[in-house]
């Protein structure tokens, strides 16, 4: 997140005066700028806890795919290690261990036959050094067929989050973007293939779109590129961003084949704070074998003490996260996450049935995929989904409204992602919210059309898109390299 400098003269940086200030501060504590002096730790605690207050309710949160509850256990592993640096790994031989087990773990759970992998900060970080070492193996085998460099691409679809977008800009990679066309909501494999050229360094699937929880069909794509390259055509890899469900289908759809199990997947990033149910930020990469991993890339220092391989955007992070990793594959195993991640996507099966029944709502997410509701909203109703999430907030729900990306970003929806926390009687607690919303809201858009004033006023800045089922005002297209439009959808 950037922030800017506020000038002292603004109303802004009025000093913080809390209610309580008579009893315990005596001077107001300037807001921007470091205080003068210091203030007993309890009060400096209840000054942040209270201002959190104002936050929204982590288990109200639909929108986020970032774990917001972990056990007690887990809880004081992290609050004990919460001084671990993960880079130390001479002064902190275990955690490296268990850092190495954990990579381990998921190098078997994606069928590979001899990975290398590390832990980041997120899946963006992996998804950086993952796209690095892409281009520079496209370079080496440029370079050893004596070839000019030219500009690199990575052919996409546009749905990809935001991460890729930077991933190309920051390490000046051509995207080339297939565009989305209704109903096809994911990476069109015909298309994707239709935009591979020998600078290639390589085709994304994503293995639950943002957007929509649907998994990009990563077989059938390596199939059309392996056919490509038996015609003489370039021989492109494929790297599968797993971010959410790297930690689902190997648990709720085992025998799909997404991962390693294809020849043509090199690398795969994946969320740990995702379904891998531990809190943020902790994301993993991992390299078919370690000939996918330039050595280049790898640096070594010393100065620790023993001889030490990185390859990471950062140098110090802490450790805690990577434990509490280790913490849930020991504490849950394969049954326990099975038995998570089947409990989740039962309530996403639940919501999706009694959202289509109500006749108000057509869904967009599909069976087997990750647990995610994605709906949008029957015909012309006078309202827009971006009025029905406004609603849902002042009732404590938060549910985003967005658009989907070009050429479908005229189709605006709601996205419900079941996490643990969002039991069967919250997912009632809110489709009740939601049916008493959508009455309101109806009876608000029939009063303004007796008015004569026309459909609801929106709540949202946001522009007014169109309901699901209603004809497109006009078909454009864009050319694939062109941006999509970025949405702060996450
Ligand atoms: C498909 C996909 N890729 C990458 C990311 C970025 O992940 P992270 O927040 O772990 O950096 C997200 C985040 O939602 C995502 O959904």
Redesign the pocket.
């Known amino acids: 997140m950037l922030a800017r400098q506020v000038q002292a003269e603004s109303t802004e940086a009025a000093p913080l005066t809390p209610a309580y200030a008579s009893r315990a501060l005596q001077s107001p504590v300037s807001r921007y700028r470091l205080p003068k002096d210091g203030m007993e730790p309890s009060l400096a605690y209840q000054l942040i806890h209270d201002e959190l207050q104002l936050d929204g309710n982590p288990e109200l949160n639909l929108a986020s795919?970032?774990t917001t509850w972990m056990e007690p256990e887990a809880d004081r592993l992290m609050a004990e290690s919460a001084g671990r640096n993960y880079v130390d790994a001479d002064e902190y031989p275990r955690t490296t261990e268990i850092h190495n087990r954990c990579v381990n773990i998921l190098a078997d759970l994606f069928h590979a036959p001899e990975a290398v992998g590390t832990a980041t900060?997120?899946?963006?970080?992996?998804?950086h050094l993952a796209g690095l070492a892409l281009k520079w193996r496209w370079r080496a085998r440029r370079e050893a067929r004596g070839l000019p460099g030219t500009r690199p691409n990575i052919v996409m679809g546009a749905n990809?989050?935001?991460?890729?977008e930077k991933f190309a800009r920051y390490f000046e990679v051509e995207p080339r973007y297939v565009p989305l066309r209704e109903p096809r909501y994911v990476l069109g494999v015909e298309e994707a293939v239709g935009l591979v050229d020998e600078n290639t360094i390589a085709v994304v699937a994503?293995?639950?779109?943002?957007y929509t929880g649907e998994y990009e069909p990563v077989e059938e794509l390596d199939r059309a590129l392996s056919e490509l390259a038996a015609k003489g055509g370039p021989d492109v890899p494929i790297h599968v961003?797993g971010?959410?469900g790297g930690f689902v289908a190997p648990f709720s759809t085992p025998d799909l084949r997404w991962d390693f199990r294809l020849d043509r997947v090199r690398s795969i990033?994946v969320?740990g704070?995702?379904y891998g149910l531990v809190y943020?930020?902790v994301?993993w990469a991992l390299w078919r074998t370690a000939e996918d991993l330039p050595d280049e890339l790898v640096f070594h220092v010393n100065y620790l003490g023993a001889d030490q391989p990185t390859f990471n955007l950062n140098f110090s992070r802490g450790a805690s996260q990577i434990l509490a990793q280790y913490y849930n594959f020991l504490r849950l195993g394969r049954s326990g996450y099975s038995q998570v991640i089947g409990a989740l996507s039962d309530t996403a099966s639940y919501l999706t049935e009694q959202l289509s029944a109500t006749g108000d709502f057509q869904i967009l997410s599909k069976p087997g995929t990750l647990p995610v509701v994605c709906f949008g909203l029957s015909g012309d109703p006078g309202f827009t989904v971006f009025d029905v999430s406004a609603h849902l907030r002042a009732r404590g729900w938060i549910v985003p409204a967005y658009t989907l990306a070009p050429d479908a970003s005229d189709v605006s929806v709601l996205r419900i992602v079941v996490r643990e926390g969002l039991s069967r009687d919250m997912a009632d607690l809110l489709l009740g919210d939601l049916s008493a919303t959508v009455a309101a809201l109806t009876g608000m858009a029939r009063s303004s059309q007796q008015d004569g004033t026309g459909a609801v006023e929106h709540c949202s800045r946001h522009a007014r898109g169109r309901a699901l089922g209603t004809p497109r005002a006009a078909e454009h297209s864009r050319h694939p390299t062109q941006k999509p439009g970025t949405q702060g959808?996450?």
Do not use: M, R, Y
Not at 121 to 127: R, Y
Not at 206 to 210: F, V
């Open positions: 795919f970032v900060v997120g899946s963006s970080e992996a998804i990809v989050q935001v991460c890729w994503i293995l639950g779109s943002t961003d971010a959410s990033n969320s704070h995702k943020p930020g994301g959808v996450c």
